[in-house]
């Protein structure tokens, strides 16, 4: 069945740190990947997505992903994070098979200031 | 402001009750969907409906009944539920092309006592 893992479960980091959250699927089809941010309190929103093309994709607020077809992994990452990064971090993958939006069981990350 | 706009935001209710959370977009998608949040859980998808049509029940336990009349409008009726039934019930819409982005609600906070 396809499924989503995210390794880090709460990260905790200062500011300027460099980030980077690891996300791996399992679906040896052809996938769709995104990273979604929930702010504390606020709706999830989308930060980037994988169709197709430069797998090293840019997003919003300086988040970058890397997909790693071999690997199946989808890595976040970010240069220098901020306090405002704060936030619960989703990797989701959607199979073009079946359309389904998998989710993995996301990731905290606290940074202090 | 999402587009996607969830009601009640908060929730309190006993097993015996019936009550009802309500979602609305508008974004002009053909899609939605309610997911369930739990903590350190992934997200689980219950119910997709696409052309207001159902295309997707997860198994899901019949004493949570969806209802979508038109393409806008989603509804989650609760009936008998337990208190493991407590979690945020997200709404999400999309259009209906299987590599769009989902976009998500605040979320309804759903306690069962």
């Known amino acids: 069945a396809q499924s989503v893992s995210q390794h880090n479960h709460h990260v905790i980091l200062s500011e300027a740190a460099s980030l980077e959250l690891g996300c791996n699927y399992s679906y040896g089809g052809t996938v769709n990947l995104f990273w979604y941010v929930q702010y504390p309190g606020q709706h999830l929103q989308l930060l980037l997505k994988?169709?197709?093309?430069?797998?090293l994709v840019k997003g919003i607020k300086g988040f970058e992903a890397e997909f790693i077809k071999s690997k199946f992994s989808f890595n976040l990452r970010k240069p220098s994070v901020q306090w405002s990064d704060t936030a619960e971090y989703f990797c989701?993958?959607?199979?073009?098979?079946?359309?389904?939006?998998?989710f993995g069981q996301g990731t905290t990350l606290q940074v202090k200031p | 402001e999402t587009g996607v706009t969830q009601t009640p935001r908060h929730l309190v209710m006993g097993m015996t009750n019936k009550k009802s959370l309500k979602c609305e977009q508008h974004?002009?998608?053909?899609?939605m969907y309610w997911y369930k949040q739990s903590a350190k859980k992934p997200l689980e998808l219950m119910f997709v409906?696409?052309?207001?049509?159902?295309?997707e029940n997860n198994s899901v336990p019949s004493r949570f009944s969806p209802e979508c009349p038109n393409s806008s409008h989603l509804f989650l009726h609760l009936h008998t539920l337990q208190p493991e039934d407590s979690a945020l019930y997200l709404c999400?819409?999309?259009?209906?092309?299987?590599?769009?982005?989902?976009?998500f609600g605040e979320g309804s906070r759903l306690t069962v006592l």
């Open positions: 994988y169709f197709s093309g430069d797998p």
């Open positions: 974004l002009g998608h053909n899609a």
């Open positions: 999400a819409s999309s259009q209906e092309d299987y590599t769009g982005e989902l976009f």
């Open positions: 409906y696409s052309l207001e049509e159902r295309v």
């Open positions: 989701a993958v959607r199979s073009s098979n079946t359309g389904k939006l998998i």
